[in-house]
């Protein structure tokens, strides 16, 4: 039963939000084309798949329990601390949508001064993290579109940051998307 009660700990973990009331928050406008929508909607939409398939499935497999499954906690747990710091290093800046927040400014520091999507390399870690823990291997297909989603996404950014910050061409210049030195 670990793999089940860790796996309950990190979702917790990640959807889970303690908010210092103190600290001001961003309400500014976001804007986003019906495209753009539909592209965030279908990410999150296969990522909660993903959450609600891998228990499923582990318990359908008859609940696995090896020593391998903990490199896929670990890797979960990687994601959600790295999904918290990059989140944490956008501050205002972060989004829910394509469209960068206004006024935009370009987050290079911490973990976006090596990688462009540090957030989103966090969320495919544990898009196959999730799965790999759980032994739920037919969910490992919805890790797969999830990444196809993400990288869709990632395309889709890129371009608007493009368009609303010109240092954006020089930073991504000197940046990996997601992985440091590979990609």
Known sequence: MWPLAAYVALVLALFVRFDDPARPRHHGPLVAS???LRVVRRQHR???ALLVAAP???WWRGRPAAAHQLLGALLFLGGVVGYRVAGG???AQLSP????REPARLVAHGLYGRVRHPMYAAEL???AGAP???AALFS???AAVFAAVVLRRMRLEERALRERLPEYVAYAGRTSRIIPYVY
């Open 34 to 36: 019906v495209h753009d």
């Open 46 to 48: 296969v990522f909660y």
């Open 56 to 58: 499923i499935e582990w």
């Open 89 to 91: 290093t956008l501050g």
């Open 97 to 100: 949508l394509i469209a960068p």
């Open 125 to 127: 870690a544990m898009a």
């Open 132 to 134: 790999w823990m759980l």
């Open 140 to 142: 490992a297909g919805l």
